[in-house]
């Protein structure tokens, strides 16, 4: 199956500092989320973004899938920010879009 | 207000014993969801459905069963064939392709 790697593993910031998140995949896709689970286990939903790029306030995200890869910035990060971030994705071709592969996730930890 | 209802928030239960864990949806949406979290670790599919009266195994469905009788509801039972169901489950819903998979808020299984 498609394989999803996420870099890095852990992140630490001091509040105020931009970050970019890296998720690499393995085949090409027609669907891509990235989602952020805050430390009480809740996962939100931050982008719907198969291709181009898209910016929600502090965070924008952009995916070139000819070259398998997107990217999540953060910007002027707030202690709000940590927890984990997760990339997912389905292969192109799948029959359904909601049958996402999840990488491993990015820690962010971010301190006043 | 419309959103996707996990209960309950813990379960424990001893080992051998079946358990079911619920999850309602008043958003309309027409597929469903069931994934499980180890920690440090993405989430892995066990279950879905698109449509009610029908369902599909995911990546790791064995030592687990659901329904899908009404389009609200997708009940998720981890039965005593499941070798290690000590984890977290979440249950996921998505209004048709190419859109958002959205979350409820997880149910920590525990089983000693």
């Known amino acids: 199956g498609i394989q999803v790697e996420q870099s890095p593993p852990d992140l630490i910031l001091q509040e105020g500092a931009n970050s970019t998140l890296r998720c690499n995949f393995s085949?090409?896709?027609?669907?891509l989320q990235w989602f952020h689970q805050n430390p009480w286990g809740q996962l939100i939903n931050l982008f719907y973004?198969?291709?181009g790029t898209k910016q929600n306030g502090r965070l924008s995200a952009t995916t070139v899938a000819t070259e398998r890869y997107s990217l999540l910035y953060i910007s002027s990060s707030q202690t709000t920010d940590s927890g984990v971030y997760f990339c997912a994705v389905v292969n192109a071709g799948g029959t359904s879009y909601g049958k996402l592969t999840f990488g491993q996730g990015t820690i962010l930890t971010v301190h006043p | 207000d419309g959103g996707i209802t996990q209960s309950p928030k813990y379960l424990f239960r001893k080992e051998g014993q079946n358990v079911t864990l619920s999850c309602e949806q008043n958003?309309?949406?027409?597929?469903m969801y069931w994934y499980r979290q180890d920690p440090g670790q993405g989430l892995r599919l066990i279950y879905y459905s698109q449509i009610v009266n029908d369902f599909q195994k995911g990546d790791i469905a064995e030592g687990y069963s659901v329904s899908r009788e009404k389009k609200e509801s997708f009940p998720l039972t981890v039965t005593s064939a499941q070798k290690n169901p000590t984890a977290f489950y979440l249950c996921a819903t998505e209004e048709g392709h190419g859109s958002p998979l959205h979350f409820g808020n997880g149910t920590r299984l525990t089983v000693t």
């Open positions: 085949d090409s896709v027609n669907n």
């Open positions: 973004i198969p291709s």
């Open positions: 958003l309309n949406h027409d597929a």
